[in-house]
């Protein structure tokens, strides 16, 4: 079946713009998670969503950031007034369940750069 | 609170050789292990992983990795290195404690020299 799809695949945009990334995860899986990753790091926790359950947003670096999933389907992170510490790559991932420890399956990623 | 250590950044192997990639952790009781890799242009794959049990793990492509509680470590290998394996390799864990947050090391970029 079809994996994990993110769009747009990259995305250039100005200092001080809102950005919104989407997320489609696979039929499905009840889990999504957002995670960035900055060019040479590791990926970094952003945000996860388990059904209808509160998301955990211990992840977000900042008020800026924000996500969205309606039931079990798509998620949006949204980044306001972007800095150019927000350029890397935005990667999301679902998985079945959600509980530990449920194999992952990312999307392509979202490649954010920030001028 | 968890983490994980991939000390080598860049490893270069010659197309057949063997291979060993480390990744050491953080974490006070038995975590969750795994090993992804990321291809150019491509998004991440689950090559294995460790729940419990038996302590040598095989996943796709030819890979293992072992688990050793002693060294809080749990290193990627493979025999015969195949130039397609020229990619990222990331190391993740998940704690009993941590929710559902994967924690991953930095990586280990994989050349692979003919």
């Known amino acids: 079946g079809a994996g994990v799809s993110q769009s747009p695949s990259n995305k250039v945009t100005e200092k001080g713009k809102d950005v919104e990334l989407r997320c489609d995860p696979i039929s499905g899986h009840t889990a999504l998670y957002w995670y960035r990753q900055r060019l040479g790091q590791g990926l970094e926790f952003l945000i996860y969503?388990?059904?209808?359950?509160?998301?955990?947003k211990s992840g977000l670096p900042s008020d800026r950031f924000s996500a969205e999933r309606t039931g079990e389907s798509v998620s949006t992170l949204t980044i306001q007034r972007t800095q150019q510490e927000d350029s890397a790559v935005y990667l999301c991932?679902?998985?079945?369940?959600?509980?530990?420890?449920?194999?992952?399956?990312f999307g392509p990623g979202t490649r954010l750069l920030v001028l | 609170a968890q983490s994980v250590t991939q000390p080598d950044i860049h490893i270069t192997v010659s197309e057949g050789a063997s291979l060993e990639l480390r990744c050491n952790y953080s974490?006070?009781?038995?975590?969750?292990l795994f090993w992804y890799v990321q291809s150019p242009g491509q998004g991440l794959q689950l090559l294995l992983k460790y729940f419990s049990g038996d302590t040598l793990v095989q996943g796709i492509k030819g890979f293992e990795a072992e688990f050793k509680r002693s060294q809080s470590s749990f290193n990627l290998r493979k025999p015969s290195v195949h130039w397609s394996d020229a990619a990222e390799y990331f190391c993740?864990?998940?704690?009993?404690?941590?929710?559902?947050?994967?924690?991953f090391g930095t990586g280990t970029s994989l050349t692979v020299i003919p």
């Open positions: 991932a679902s998985s079945t369940r959600g509980g530990r420890p449920e194999t992952q399956y």
């Open positions: 974490y006070g009781a038995t975590p969750y």
């Open positions: 969503f388990q059904g209808n359950s509160a998301p955990d």
């Open positions: 993740a864990v998940v704690g009993s404690n941590t929710g559902n947050q994967f924690y």
